[in-house]
């Protein structure tokens, strides 16, 4: 037969139970007395609320006529400014923005554009009804990236770039090109 204890326990153990419950209470007021307030804990959550947008935000951008349009979402691989003679001839000017993409960032919202093999591997993309190039592919240089024309962003200042590349066939006056005067409008 199981001997059952009845007797209460001793003074120590009693001691003890009302202990813990004693440091539990502090330790809940010491909780509530350095728990942040809610208007802090809201304003931080907008902030990052905000910073999560801002990384997951989204640019667009088109072409002259806006028969083509394109979005891209987050951050580009690289922003760069490039001056080989292949973007030169294909954007009639001295250098061409850009910024790369990974392939499933870019989604085209409107038409479809042209595309041309402008040498070797590159597959320039262009509105075949304004001539406005958009992107830039090359499969063996640049697997599963696609270049954006910067200048065809609907806000052309948010990605601004970080280097200059290709410069081994920069035009020589745009070696100095930053240091001509500069004038509001056209001259008088
Ligand atoms: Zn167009
Ligand atoms: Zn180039």
Redesign the pocket.
């Known amino acids: 037969m199981v001997k059952r204890n009845v007797n209460p326990p001793p003074t120590a153990q009693r001691n003890q139970g009302s202990e813990r419950r004693q440091l539990a209470r502090e330790r809940e007021n010491k909780e509530a007395a350095t728990q942040t307030p809610y208007c802090v804990r809201r304003a931080l959550y907008l902030i990052w609320h905000d910073r999560a947008l801002e990384i997951t935000m989204t640019h667009s951008g088109q072409c002259h006529c806006g028969a083509i349009r394109y979005e891209l979402s987050g951050d580009p691989k690289d922003v760069s400014l490039?001056?080989?003679s292949?973007?030169?001839r294909c954007a009639g000017a001295p250098v061409?923005a850009?910024a790369g993409f990974a392939e499933d960032q870019l989604t085209l919202t409107k038409g479809a554009p042209k595309i041309r093999n402008s040498s070797g591997a590159a597959m320039r993309s262009f509105c075949a009804d304004c001539g406005t190039g958009l992107f830039?592919r090359n499969a063996d240089i640049l697997p599963n990236i696609v270049e954006v024309q910067l200048a065809t962003l609907d806000d052309p200042e948010a990605l601004p770039p970080t280097v200059h590349?290709?410069t081994a066939e920069q035009i020589g006056w745009m070696k100095t090109a930053h240091e001509l005067p500069r004038i509001d409008r056209f001259p008088e």
């Open positions: 490039c001056h080989c292949d973007c030169r061409v850009w830039y590349i290709q």
